[in-house]
């Protein structure tokens, strides 16, 4: 009879063991390929959702067979105290944040990866578990890269023709760098295991993926992926080096020769003026994107450097804790408007609209603050130190080569993400956290050999042996524990029901904002369209799925404020405001109030409106706005300021040098109120304000 418990335990503890890795290669699969097109964005909502879902599948199960098994473990590692220090300083930073909704939906991005770490060093155990893993990701990405060369070369599904230049090749990222940001991850891992592997059959499959992501990366044309990638490769070289020796050298001679023999070529075609390097070619275009003038001055690069410098501003007001997780995206706008009002910054650096700082580590210090931005460097520096001691005690050359090809990953993240944003990317994350949970499940000290027979039978008899002695010291201790155990053993259907009806209530919370962003892209389709009516009810559909979807209550607020139905406008603007930051968001609430009197909170918007535009010449319009709202406030002073502002930019506006003259009689500035009269007639002999200045010219004379 307990011969049978234990059989029938077992067979249940593979069934959640191979729950758990087929849902770990869904998302190694399934992630990077699933799009929707009626959504708002088109790729990385449906992603993300996926990516969620599957996790919190994962955690279930996992959950499941802890509770079938009687035990809750958890494997130790040295990741394991910053991993989830790291995680407990972003539920913290909730607490803190700028604005909590917005820091609470970035959460599970920022939760994702480490929990499927843990889902992965605790499920996985053995090699035959890593190698399908492997194989699926390998696989994934060498398909990607057959795609992206079919982009290249302009041949794609209907759905992205519009996209042109390099711009068409993004595989199914919606972004040429997204793309190439994930083509960095399986490219280290299919080289490292090339290296490395014995079986000529898998080495010629690497070999062609190798080839075709190598290339879809070329065509990307991306110089932050391409120094990460150079990156990883270098990296790679010295930890084959520690691991083997020169003896790696010695017997990878041939392989070596060819590559030296390649990278002159290489080297070669870009230098050597030829038929292959002239304008239009691929050489042609990747020396125009790497050469100094480009890197230096190129629009890309300055953009990046005006983000950093107003990063900065942000650290310095929150240096130690951050402004929570996810609030770069809400305070972009207010610290560049600070950084351009600083100096001639304006006309120095170039202006836009920055979701992400495009430095991983700035981004984090400013959310985080220096603890986040210490606990991630902790992690990093745990991760490469266990990595270097198993790559010096291992003997296993495949195992080696897993565990650098993991490496080379991670280096290519970290260094990618100097110039981009790789960890706010799902899929790409998903990779980063996967490469370094199963450099600790090889490294491992219960990663067993290649026959799963073997595996299976070697871990029920240590599954066994535990039970047997757990249920020893149990009765050696204390049998009323023992009866304690039995009692609550009778709960797990409760158990069970429980985890699984969590599991069901956190995918709807998931699903909801997506199923917002649905809505939203049928409520700009009737947008488009003119029907208003439509696109008010499209947009409320998404507000009941997701009530803190700003640009919804942005979108019917500003239809509202057309529709000159102002008291209600200035109610979902309002509320827009609360959760979204959008360039024009301040200008049309100066509008609305204005149209409701309420000239104090116009005021407000108006500066903030004239602080966020893109160039100081087209200022004076909303400073000329502001100038007449101070008027109307009686606030004279300010608004001969206001007027000043505008005359600095365009110094023959008729109507402000009337309105500043109107200013200088309420301030009892005779003198110079006559001589903008004066200036009125002037510039402007025939116009209305002629006529009212000569009117006030005489009675002034009078």
């Not at 000529?200 to 075709?212: D, M, T």
């Not at 966020?612 to 010449?617: G, N």
């Amino acid at each position: 009879m307990r011969q049978n418990e234990i059989n029938v335990n077992n067979y249940q503890n593979i069934f959640w063991l191979r729950a758990i890795e087929l849902i770990i290669i869904a998302m190694v699969t399934l992630v990077p390929i699933v799009f929707y097109p009626r959504c708002i964005t088109v790729f990385l909502p449906a992603k993300e959702l996926l990516a969620e879902i599957l996790i919190i599948l994962s955690l279930m199960f996992w959950a499941l067979r802890m509770i079938d098994s009687e035990q809750i473990r958890f494997k130790t590692s040295p990741l394991n105290p910053p991993i989830a220090i790291f995680m407990g300083i972003c539920i913290l930073s909730l607490i803190w944040s700028d604005n909590f909704i917005i820091s609470l939906k970035e959460l599970p991005l920022f939760l994702s990866g480490p929990l499927l770490y843990f889902v992965v060093t605790n499920n996985i155990s053995n090699k035959q578990q890593v190698n399908r893993i492997l194989n699926a990701l390998i696989i994934v990405g060498s398909l990607f890269g057959v795609y992206g060369i079919f982009q290249y070369n302009g041949i794609d599904l209907p759905l992205w023709v519009r996209n042109v230049g390099r711009q068409q090749v993004f595989g199914l990222f919606g972004n040429v760098n997204y793309f190439a940001e994930y083509l960095i991850v399986p490219l280290p891992i299919a080289i490292s295991l090339f290296f490395t592997s014995r079986n000529k059959f898998k080495k010629c499959l690497l070999f062609i993926g190798i080839l075709a992501m190598g290339t879809a990366l070329m065509f990307t044309f991306t110089r932050g992926s391409y120094l990460a990638f150079g990156s990883a490769l270098i990296v790679m070289f010295f930890l084959f080096l520690i691991s083997r020796d020169i003896n790696f050298i010695k017997n990878k001679k041939n392989i070596f020769i060819i590559i030296i023999a390649a990278v002159i070529i290489v080297t070669s075609i870009f230098f050597i003026p030829s038929p292959l390097n002239k304008p239009g070619t691929v050489i042609f275009k990747i020396k125009s994107r790497l050469s100094p003038t480009i890197l230096t001055q190129g629009i890309g690069i300055k953009r990046r450097i005006t983000t950093w410098k107003f990063t900065t501003l942000m650290i310095k007001d929150r240096p130690f804790i951050g402004a929570g997780i996810g609030t770069f995206k809400y305070n972009t706008l207010k610290y560049q408007a600070i950084f351009f009002d600083q100096g001639q910054n304006r006309s120095l650096y170039v202006h836009g609209f920055a979701t992400k700082t495009h430095n991983e580590y700035l981004q984090l210090w400013a959310e985080l603050g220096i603890i986040g931005l210490g606990i991630f460097i902790w992690l990093i520096i745990n991760y490469f130190s266990y990595g270097l001691r198993f790559l010096k005690r291992s003997k296993n050359i495949y195992n080696q080569g897993m565990v650098i090809g993991f490496m080379g990953v991670v280096v290519a993240i970290l260094f990618d993400g100097i110039f981009g944003f790789p960890l706010h990317l799902i899929a790409t994350v998903i990779l980063f956290w996967l490469s370094i949970g199963l450099t600790m499940v090889v490294g491992n000290s219960e990663f067993y050999p290649d026959n799963e027979e073997f595996n299976q039978k070697y871990i029920d008899s240590k599954d066994r042996n535990e039970k047997s002695e757990e249920q020893g010291n149990l009765e050696a201790k204390d049998k009323g524990k023992r009866n304690n155990m039995k009692n609550v053993l009778r709960f797990k259907p409760f158990l069970y029901i429980g985890i699984i009806l969590l599991a069901v209530f956190l995918c709807t919370i998931a699903v909801r904002p997506f199923v917002a962003r649905v809505y939203w892209f049928y409520g700009d389709k009737e947008l488009r369209s003119n029907d208003f009516n439509k696109a008010i009810k499209a947009y409320e559909e998404a507000l009941k799925w997701d009530p803190y979807l700003g640009d919804a209550y942005y979108q019917i607020g500003k239809i509202l404020k057309d529709k000159k139905i102002y008291n209600i406008s200035v109610e979902f603007l309002e509320k827009a405001e609360k959760y979204v930051a959008l360039p024009s968001l301040p200008q049309h609430l100066a509008s609305v109030y204005l149209k409701n009197n309420l000239l104090d909170k116009a005021v407000i918007k108006l500066k903030q409106t004239i602080s966020y535009m893109k160039e100081e010449k087209s200022m004076f319009p909303m400073y000329h706005q502001l100038g007449t709202v101070y008027y109307r406030l009686k606030k004279y002073k300010e608004a001969e300021m206001a007027f000043k502002d505008v005359l600095k930019i365009f110094p023959d506006y008729v109507i402000t040098h009337y309105m500043l003259a109107e200013t200088y009689l309420q301030r009892n500035k005779q003198d110079e109120a006559l001589e903008e009269f004066k200036t009125v007639i002037e510039l402007a002999p025939n116009s209305l304000q002629a006529k009212l200045a000569i009117e006030k010219i005489q009675k002034m004379e009078q």
